[in-house]
């Protein structure tokens, strides 16, 4: 459990880290910083998807957690819910840096095998690993955004603690099979965080996060209905 503090501590100082050499940085090196940041999540999310839509074993899952999660988070309102939270302590576009770093950070095999390694096993190999990318990953997003991105800390320590406890209440429910089709939807998702950071397409990727949590209810429905038949 120690791991995924030490994960949830390298946002904060990441975000730290980026935010003072924000200061000393003139506009247009930040611009750059964006650039780089937005093509990265464009490359990284496409890799991701792509390379887990090939082990899938359900072809047409993900595009039903993308529209039920976008549906969701649509009537919930997140996008609007997260602009006017994040105004109140940043003038720039603090959301979209904010969302950034939570999917960066929160989806991929690190994020998730890391703490089902932790809590069945003992190993904190794979989130020792995930906290030394999530400090790189927030230095570059807080150089552009500001320190507010460090609020990604309560999420990524909340995504890891959750995962741990589900790991440890329930060896059979954390499966590959749930583990490649969080990441396919989780890598469609970081495509379109770089979309909106490139500003090539606004894809509301806030109102798209709770698609993340479909892959669990499908998984989690299908071992209800195969325990009652």
């Known amino acids: 459990m120690y791991a995924i503090i030490i994960n949830a501590v390298a946002v904060v100082v990441g975000s730290a880290i980026g935010a003072l050499f924000r200061r000393g940085i003139s506009e247009k090196y930040i611009n750059v910083l964006n650039t780089a940041m937005g093509l990265c999540a464009l490359v990284l999310g496409s890799k991701v998807a792509m390379e887990n839509m090939q082990k899938s074993n359900y072809p047409v899952l993900f595009i039903f957690c993308l529209s039920l999660g976008g549906l969701v988070g649509t009537v919930l309102k997140l996008d609007q819910r997260m602009e006017r939270a994040t105004k109140r302590i940043s003038t720039t576009n603090l959301a979209e840096g904010i969302t950034t770093g939570v999917l960066l ?36 997003l807080a150089s552009s955004y500001g320190f507010g991105t ?51 397409k606004d894809c509301k990727t806030i109102n798209l996060l709770p698609a993340l949590v479909m892959p669990m209810v499908y998984f989690a429905l299908k071992a209800l209905l195969g325990y009652i038949l």
């Open 105 to 140: 950070c929160c989806v991929g095999t690190l994020a998730m095998m890391g703490p089902v390694m932790s809590a069945l096993y003992g190993d904190n190999t794979y989130l020792m690993t995930a906290a030394t990318l999530n400090l790189v990953t927030m230095i570059v």
């Open 150 to 200: 460090a609020v990604t800390a309560i999420v990524v320590f909340v995504w890891m603690s959750s995962i741990y406890g589900i790991a440890l209440v329930s060896k059979t429910f954390i499966s590959e099979e749930l583990i490649c089709e969080v990441s396919l939807v989780g890598g469609i998702l970081i495509a379109a965080s770089g979309l909106g950071v490139l500003h090539i």
